[in-house]
């Protein structure tokens, strides 16, 4: 009776160890984006580690991203919409 239990366990390891091995297989080829950088590619501040594993393929450190999405008002209004509009007319 205790071999049967033996063996199920066994089994039970051999499957998940296959398991494991697909979703590595499966996480490598996951990657259209690129890696993290570790420093911004605009001002070569360090970026955070918490800020690349959350943001799989990140290039800017905050600031610049958020310089980059408009978000300080400090420097609004370069001529992206400018640009976007006269190609859209
Ligand atoms: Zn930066």
Redesign the pocket.
């Known amino acids: 009776m205790a071999g049967g239990w033996a063996r199920d366990g066994a089994v039970g390891e051999q499957i998940e160890a296959s398991i494991s091995d697909e979703l590595a297989r499966m996480q490598a080829q996951k990657h259209p984006v690129g890696q993290s950088l570790t420093h911004?590619?605009?001002?070569?501040?360090p970026i955070p580690e918490k800020r690349r594993v959350a943001i799989p393929g990140v290039k800017?450190?905050l600031?610049?991203?958020q310089d980059r999405d408009g978000t300080y008002k400090s420097r609004v209004g370069i001529n992206r919409r400018g640009s976007k509009d006269s190609q859209l007319k």
Do not use: V
């Not at 911004?40 to 501040?45: G, I, K, P, V, Y």
């Open positions: 911004c590619a605009e001002c070569e501040e800017l450190c600031d610049c991203q």
